[in-house]
Each structure stands twice: as structure tokens, then as C-alpha cells.
């Protein structure tokens, strides 16, 4: 019983390691490529160049020559640190009042806000732009940042609704014994207890407008304001030559925060994703 038992976890783990390798291949093909000349990277799939070149990542950092690569990773940082701590402080208390308290209308608008929900992005693009416009909003960061600290985000609130309904209402009226008000409560109490939730809806939100394109596409227009994905896509102008393995590198060089941010906050991103039931 001992043998097959013993036998079974080999299997699997010869069975993990391989689909584990299939998945990170194209990773492994993406840093590669960084290496080979663009004849190379559309006639090999091995991971190993047959002439190697060494100047891409100084080459790609370069840009459009105007514009190096660190004006473009400062810009995206500028957009996406200020959008995920108003998201967080935001829904935090959004999601702490549809939770704890009782006001007129309460059911009407946690339904509107789930509503939202199922909203199609596509469809509120026009009426976004002209709102902005009419605010003078359009070519900064502004539209990314503002509505972010306003809780326009019905995906993270609801998240910090059932993270908190998670948490025993005794805690709260604990501190109301001791003197303390709903903000100290929140404050205290709440937050330190959130923190699987907030660093879930940190990680969601940070990856998804450090990759985000058709937003930043409609509402930036300067090249010096340019994040990332779009100094990415400039990159790929039609009417010159594309250098594919300064694209890679520069590519390779974008996935690395995500991917520092999702590694070293992972244990509360499961811990808040398991806790809150949004398992997929």
C-alpha cells in the first residue's frame, strides 16, 4: 500500500513538473528571444539562441529616442499607485458601511452597485470620454485616479462586503463598550482584519491597470505621458523596421512588478481570496 501510495506522488509530481514547464515555456521563449536576432526569433522555438545578441535591452531602454523606458515606467507608476491606494481606501469604507450600518435605500443601492457588475465597459466609453473632456481631465492621469477614490469599483466593494460580514458583529459592540466610534472602529479594528481583502483587491487592481490599454489609448495623447503598454505598442510602428528582440526585452522588463508584487504579497492575496468566496 506504502509502495503504490509513494508511487502516486511520483507520478504527480512528474505529471505537475512537466505542465509547470509547459506553462512557463513561453516566459522562458519570451527572455530567450531576447537574445536572437529577428530572423531567429520566427524560425526557432528552442530556448537557446544561435547568435547571440547582447544590446537589446540597452537598445529597447532607449525608446523612441525622445522618450527613454524610464519615463514611460514612471508614468505607469504615476497612474497605478495613486488608482490602487484610492481603491483600497475607498472600497474599504464603501464596503464597511453596505456591511455594518442600516441607511434608507440600502438594499436598492448595493443592487445598483452589483448591477454594475455586469455592465459592459464598452458601453460607458463615450459618455466617460465626454465627462472628462467637459472637465478638462482628458491627457492626465486624473481619469484613472479620481473615480478610483470615489469606490466606482462594485467588484472590489462587494469584496470588502463579504470579508467583513465574515467578521463578528461582537468585536463592534466590544468597542462600543469601550468608548470607541464607527471610525475608530474602522480604523482600529476593521483594517488590521481587512488585510487579506485589501492586499487581494491591491494585487487585482495594480495588474489590471498596469496592463490596461484601450483606457490609457483613449484618454492620454501625449507620448510623454505614455505608460507602458502604450510606449509598448508605439514600439510596434508599421512604418519601420520592428526590433523584436528589443520588443521582448522590454516586454520582459514590464512583467517583472506585477509579477514582485503578486510574489511577495501572495499568502494574503489566497488568504483573502479563499476567506471572501471568490474562487472563480
Known amino acids: 500500500m506504502r509502495v503504490d501510495i509513494k508511487q502516486n506522488k511520483i507520478a504527480a509530481y512528474i505529471f505537475l513538473s512537466l505542465l509547470g514547464l509547459v506553462m512557463v515555456y513561453p516566459l522562458l521563449w519570451l527572455f530567450a528571444s531576447s537574445f536572437r536576432t529577428n530572423q531567429e526569433i520566427f524560425t526557432s522555438l528552442g530556448l537557446i539562441p544561435g547568435e547571440l545578441v547582447t544590446d537589446a535591452y540597452a537598445r529597447g531602454w532607449q525608446g523612441s529616442g525622445q522618450y527613454s523606458y524610464g519615463t514611460f ?13 484610492g481603491t483600497i481606501i475607498s472600497s474599504a469604507l464603501v464596503g464597511y458601511g ?10 436598492l443601492l448595493f443592487i445598483l452597485m452589483i448591477s454594475q457588475l455586469m455592465l459592459p465597459n464598452a458601453v460607458i466609453i463615450i459618455p466617460r470620454y465626454i465627462l472628462f473632456r467637459s472637465l478638462g481631465w482628458l491627457n492626465t492621469y486624473l481619469p484613472f ?19 467583513i460580514r465574515g467578521i463578528p458583529r461582537e468585536l463592534d459592540e466590544s468597542a462600543y463598550i469601550d468608548g470607541c466610534n464607527s471610525f475608530t472602529i474602522f480604523t482600529r479594528i476593521m483594517l488590521p482584519l481587512l488585510k487579506p481583502a ?9 495588474i489590471w491597470r498596469w496592463n ?5 489609448l483613449i484618454y492620454i495623447n501625449s507620448v510623454k505621458k505614455y505608460p507602458l503598454s502604450l510606449a509598448l505598442r508605439m514600439s510596434m510602428d508599421i512604418t519601420d523596421a520592428i526590433s523584436w528582440n528589443q520588443l521582448m526585452a522590454m516586454s520582459l522588463l514590464t512583467m517583472i512588478p506585477p509579477i514582485l508584487i ?14 471572501t468566496g471568490l474562487k472563480g
Open 73 to 85: 515606467f514612471i508614468n505607469t507608476f504615476l497612474m497605478v499607485i495613486p488608482t490602487v491606494a
Open 98 to 107: 453596505f456591511a455594518r450600518f442600516r441607511f434608507p435605500f440600502k438594499k
Open 145 to 163: 485616479i479620481v473615480p478610483a477614490m470615489f469606490a466606482t469599483y462594485s467588484f472590489f466593494i462587494f469584496m470588502m462586503v463579504q470579508f
Open 198 to 206: 485589501l492586499f487581494s483587491a491591491g494585487i487585482f487592481q495594480f
Open 212 to 216: 490596461d490599454f484601450l483606457n490609457p
Open 262 to 275: 503578486f510574489f511577495f504579497a501572495q499568502r494574503y492575496f489566497v488568504e483573502g481570496i479563499t476567506t
